[in-house]
């Protein structure tokens, strides 16, 4: 056994070439479901993302909203509409109270009876 290669020791190595190709295979097939489960990961990343920028969005709006509906409701707001408001009335109802004595003197001009005029008057002939 000086220089020459047994029967023995071939087997060995090709056994062990044999493990070593296996192994390669194994690891080549897990690093694709690895890579596979990465990408799958990814995905879900940048729909969860996309989901993210579409609620800041609403939030955005809904906090634009609340900050103008807090304006519109603030205590100073509504003091002033309320003061419009019962003006408006006012004017309103001293326009109405004019309109109905309006009405009224128009009623009672002529007792409640409208005279004919000359011109309507049915002829009389005889």
């Known amino acids: 056994m000086d220089g020459s290669i047994d029967v023995k020791l071939v087997l060995q190595l090709l056994g062990m070439g044999v493990a070593i190709i296996a192994s390669l ?4 097939q897990q690093i694709k479901v690895l890579s596979e489960s990465v990408d799958s990961l990814s995905k879900k990343i940048a729909d969860l993302t996309a989901d993210i920028d579409v609620l800041q ?3 955005s709006a809904t906090q ?3 900050s103008t509906f807090r304006d519109i409701l ?5 003091e002033i509409r309320a003061r419009e408001v ?7 109802e001293e326009r109405l109270n004019a309109l109905r004595r309006d009405c009224d ?3 009672h001009m002529h007792n409640n009876k409208h005279p004919l005029v000359e011109s309507q008057k049915p002829t ?3």
């Not at 295979?25 to 080549?28: I, M, Q, R």
């Not at 603030?74 to 509504?78: F, G, I, V």
């Open 25 to 28: 295979v194994v690891a080549k």
């Open 57 to 59: 969005q609403k939030d």
């Open 64 to 66: 634009t909203s609340i």
């Open 74 to 78: 603030s205590p100073s707001n509504l």
């Open 86 to 92: 019962e003006g408006l009335k006012s004017r309103t």
């Open 105 to 107: 003197s128009l009623m």
């Open 124 to 126: 009389q002939t005889k």
